[in-house]
């Protein structure tokens, strides 16, 4: 009965500290909630509508004319929480949540950048906005590009921030890291190409591949916060996430294909550059009819967070000009 009984109470005690753990991962997730996250920028607030046959979550404030704005790998609509009201005291500034992203729905099929530029054509049709300045960083610069080459009419400006569209030059990425060269070998666009197994390897681990990324792809890797990093890992940790941001990849070789066809496109194109300037001055020669680019230095690839008052003023200053 005595050793009946240290059981019974080694079971208490076991349980009493799953529960508390329980509770506090509750707590965490609801901090990260895109209601909670929006009381840290006043005079935004959060919307959802469907469109393409599609839920897509968005984040809206500020006056003036419309910035679209699209956030990229492995990142969410936070993305761009540092320059949003910088931007919005001149602009309407509405930042998506693209397919597969955050709380927008991680749908089967349909991860084209054609077809992302798509559900973003009809939110901007839902929302009335008319011609829209529109920009991305890494993922959501490819739609950005996509949306601008197949909606010229509804593009008054287009924002390229670290990242050109895909184009057949990826398939010469060498599948080893070059020995003595001076770059972050870019393994992960191999690795999120195969399908089912990184959600079985990573669920409820993204935050080894977050923190490795924020840890080689920044200058000043304290430019994101724990707190960023938490967020991001939140939105990343299940299955259904993992899936959805790797059909982003998965998509590249249509991607490529899909490009082939594009015209250069005629608006005003400006490209930022931190990393990844050399690749925006070699891409936009041969996509873009009239365009400027700038560099933020010293900054890795996540411009946003390294570098957030001169990437917005080199933004307000184009869509000035």
């Keep these: 009965m005595k050793y009946t009984s240290h059981l019974s109470l080694a079971k208490i005690v076991f349980n009493f500290a799953i529960n508390k753990s329980r509770i506090k991962h509750k707590e965490m997730d609801i901090a990260y909630t895109d209601e909670a996250l929006i009381k840290h920028l ?10 393409n046959g599609h839920t897509l979550h968005y984040v809206m404030g500020g006056q003036g004319t419309p910035l679209l704005l699209i956030p990229g790998y492995p990142e969410t609509w936070w993305a761009y929480h540092k320059v949003m009201p910088l931007l919005a005291k001149h602009h309407q500034v509405i930042v998506v949540d693209i397919r597969g992203m ?19 054509f009809e939110l901007v049709e839902v929302l009335n906005l008319g011609k829209v300045a ?115 990849y998965q998509a590249f070789p249509q991607d490529i294909e899909d490009a082939k066809s594009y015209a250069k496109v005629a608006m005003p194109v400006l490209g ?13 020669p041969h996509t873009a009819l ?16 390294e570098k957030p008052t001169e990437t917005a003023q080199f933004i307000l200053n184009f869509l000035a000009g």
């Design 272 to 284: 930022i550059g931190g990393s990844g300037y050399a690749l925006l001055e070699a891409s936009l």
């Design 134 to 248: 529109i920009g991305g960083h890494d993922i959501g610069a490819h739609v950005a590009f996509s949306f601008a080459a197949n909606y010229p009419t509804a593009t008054a400006k287009l924002l390229l921030l670290d990242t050109p569209h895909p184009d057949a030059g990826m398939y010469q990425l060498p599948m080893l890291p070059i020995l003595g060269a001076n770059y972050v070998y870019p393994w992960w666009l191999a690795f999120n190409q195969v399908k089912d197994l990184p959600e079985q390897l990573l669920e409820g681990r993204m935050d080894i591949v977050i923190d490795w990324l924020y840890q080689y792809l920044l200058v000043e890797p304290t430019a994101v916060s724990p707190f960023d990093k938490a967020i991001f890992t939140a939105a990343y940790n299940s299955k259904e996430s993992i899936r959805a941001a790797n059909a982003w």
């Design 102 to 120: 955050g709380s927008s729905a991680k749908a089967p099929d349909g991860y084209t950048k054609k077809n992302m530029a798509k559900d973003l």
């Design 290 to 305: 009239d365009f400027r680019l700038e560099k933020v230095e010293p900054c890795g690839h996540f411009l946003l967070a």
């Design 42 to 51: 006043p005079g935004f607030s959060n919307h959802y509508t469907t469109v």
